[in-house]
């Protein structure tokens, strides 16, 4: 599939009806979407054929992008019941085989490497100091490929820093720099829309070197 097609199926999703701020809900945009699923997958080859989980997936956008793009099995998973109903409803529009999993991504309780890649836009942490890097923790305990995550530019040494030091990464790489489009969504918002420069990351979990070079060896 082009990226354009992949865009263009996007663009076409149901989004939030009533966003929760408190859960920090932004949608995921087609251009940003496409191009990180996109890119995953022709850089990297860790999408098609591969166990894809969606962390925190809100409507369903890079669940959905990884199925398009020939994902083996994908699962979504969110706390909120009404985003889950309408990742469904977008799943089911384009007749795609996802498994949705209401659970705070925290409280799953898997063990091990359960999924081959991660893919996610956690939240930033405005509301909850550090909320990205929870998300970031897991997914780094249970993919056993890569993890792809959207973080803000501002944080980027932080993020390399905590991945590589705490979570035990063993590498972290800043694929590209986008802008991540904002628009007027709660009460507090002042302007119409704002643009947040946000960094896709592929980090490399320390199980997935260890697998290689047990190959190698």
């Keep these: 599939m082009k990226l354009k097609q992949l865009e263009g199926l ?37 999408v098609s054929n591969k166990v894809v989980a969606d962390f925190g997936c809100g409507c369903g956008t890079l669940g959905v992008a990884a199925a398009l793009l020939s994902a083996e099995h994908v699962l979504s998973i969110d706390i909120d019941p009404e985003s889950l109903e309408v990742a469904s409803v977008n799943a089911e529009e384009l007749e795609l085989d996802i498994d949705f999993i209401r659970s705070n991504v925290l409280d799953l309780g898997w063990r091990g490497s359960i999924v081959d890649t991660v893919i996610m836009n956690p939240p930033f942490g405005t509301r909850k100091k550090g909320a990205d890097l929870d998300f970031l923790s897991v997914a780094l305990k249970v993919a056993s490929q890569a993890v792809y995550s959207l973080h803000k530019t501002s944080t980027r040494d932080h993020v390399k820093r905590t991945a590589l030091r705490d979570f035990n990464a063993s590498s972290a790489e800043v694929i590209c720099e986008l802008r991540f489009d904002v628009p007027k969504m709660y009460k507090f918002h002042k302007k119409k829309e704002v643009d947040i420069a946000v960094d896709l990351w592929r980090f490399v979990p320390a199980s997935h070197q260890r697998s290689t070079s047990c190959r190698q060896g």
């Design 10 to 46: 996007l663009g076409g999703l149901q989004q939030f009806p009533q966003p929760k701020v408190e859960l920090e809900q932004y949608p995921t945009g087609p251009h940003i979407a496409s191009r990180m699923l996109f890119t995953a997958e022709n850089s990297f080859g860790d």
